[in-house]
């Protein structure tokens, strides 16, 4: 049996989800967007991401399944039990943290794309899925969540 392990420079867009019971994120004291239970994504802009990668990776927050159902097992996605998505730009995701002793950030989309493209996936999750709040580009942000489990996982697109 042969597999195939890409490099780490041909997968692109990157999220960090995280099942919880709760989440907010908040600018300058203000909430800028709140859920109950649901998912916490923490969404990182790579350079030679696009609308087909943002499309790709919501598809795959709204069904990946990681919520209990009756018997306990994680069969469940988040459309299923109607939860919230609580989507919150993070650049430093991107990072390569692989050598020295400072994050290089020579992956990440200009600030400007990764500006559009977050705009990009907030329109196109708002058109598809009801129950959304988000964080704001290039903002100071700060994110409160109770993490269910706790339940992460790191989602890319191929």
Same mark, same amino acid.
């Given at each position: ?36 239970? @649901? ?10 991401d696009s609308?087909?990668?943002? @499309? ?10 990681i919520f209990?159902?009756?018997? /306990?097992r994680m ?7 109607? /939860? /919230? ?52 580009? @290039? ?9 269910? @489990? ?9």
């Amino acid at each position: 049996m042969v597999f195939f392990i890409a490099p780490i420079d041909l997968l692109l867009m990157i999220t960090i989800i995280q099942r919880v019971t709760e989440a907010k994120v908040s600018v300058d004291q203000q909430c800028t967007g709140a859920i109950g239970r @649901g998912i916490l994504a923490l969404v990182a802009v790579e350079k030679d991401d696009s609308e087909k990668e943002a @499309g790709r990776l919501l598809e795959r927050m709204l069904d990946y399944r990681i919520f209990a159902d009756s018997e /306990g097992r994680m069969n469940l996605s988040l459309r299923d039990i109607n /939860g /919230g998505l609580l989507l919150v730009p993070q650049f430093t995701l991107a990072a390569d943290t692989r050598k020295g002793k400072r994050p290089s950030f020579t992956s990440a989309a200009p600030p400007e794309q990764g500006r559009q493209l977050f705009a990009y996936l907030q329109g196109l999750a708002q058109s598809v899925y009801p129950n959304m709040a988000f964080g704001v580009f @290039g903002a100071d942000m700060q994110v409160i969540l109770i993490n269910d @489990g706790p339940v992460t996982f790191i989602l890319r697109t191929p």
